[in-house]
């Protein structure tokens, strides 16, 4: 790379710790990276810092030693997550999202990469020191939130799948009861595509009594895996306590009350805010 102005260095080195979250980055790499002394990037690294943690896009961890180095956390302030989100609650409670048989539209919400990021950052803030080696999700809906997720975590995302697909080779495959309907049905997930004893963060965009994400969690037990957490985009509020099949989980938004006949919705924030 060509010599920069020291402004210029901090701008590229902001946006390239801002692509790598978790990874420990030694300062040689920006030291080769600019031609700067380590002292010069040292100080650099302390006014990102004081940015990044003051603006509340995150913390920038240093590590002494010679195994050392600077570790970009992306974090996201409680009060920024509540107007995020009361904000989302208002765009789902918009009455023309109301679909027959009751149900709610969110594709168009989960199709926005800007809202995805944000949602991302917020349940990765959730589980903020928590050990993961992997996000997951059932397809389809939950892979946009799961991707946005594991991007700020850092993390590789594993998708399980509906009907087992030929291109995933050899597949572990469970029956599950749906929560909501009292219905069997099918998941599955490759043998190649979790390492055994992997903890997990399970993520998914919509949840009802539970029944899928349990069926997630029983999925993972056959690989030996542990679940390191649940995360929800939204949770339907319409679900008696004793019904629900999962009761160990973080939501974003709680939906409670859909009503087709009036047509109204009413949703407010999640339990992410009440702990």
Do not use: W
Request: hydrophobic share 40%.
């Amino acid at each position: 790379m060509k010599k920069l102005k020291r402004s210029q260095r901090l701008v590229d080195m902001t946006q390239f710790l801002l692509e790598k979250p978790h990874d420990l980055l030694p300062l040689s790499t920006f030291a080769d990276r600019y031609g700067a002394a380590k002292s010069s990037v040292s100080e650099d690294l302390a006014i990102i810092k004081e940015v990044f943690e003051g603006e509340g896009m995150g913390e920038l961890q240093t590590l002494a030693g010679a195994a050392g180095g600077v570790r970009y956390i992306p974090r996201m302030p409680t009060d920024m997550a509540l107007a995020f989100v009361n904000h989302l609650c208002g765009e789902l409670e918009k009455s023309d999202r109301i679909l027959p048989g009751g149900y709610l539209y969110m594709s168009d919400l989960l199709g926005l990469p800007s809202v995805m990021e944000q949602a991302g950052k917020i349940i990765a803030t959730a589980f903020y020191g928590v050990e993961i080696d992997v996000v997951m999700t059932v397809e389809t809906k939950g892979i946009p939130l799961a991707y946005a997720t594991a991007a700020q975590l850092g993390l590789p995302v594993v998708l399980v799948r509906r009907d087992h697909q030929v291109t995933e080779g050899s597949a572990v495959s469970i029956n599950y009861v749906s929560g909501s309907h009292k219905s069997i049905h099918t998941m599955s997930l490759s043998r190649r595509a979790l390492r055994e004893k992997s903890r997990v963060l399970i993520v998914d965009d919509f949840m009802k009594a539970g029944g899928t994400v349990r069926g997630m969690v029983d999925l993972l037990g056959e690989f030996n895996a542990e679940v390191a957490g649940v995360g929800v985009l939204v949770e339907s509020g319409a679900v008696e306590t004793e019904e629900r099949l999962l009761h160990d989980y973080v939501s974003l938004v709680k939906l409670t009350e859909v009503d087709s006949k009036v047509r109204r919705i009413s949703a407010h924030p999640g339990n992410y805010f009440s702990s």
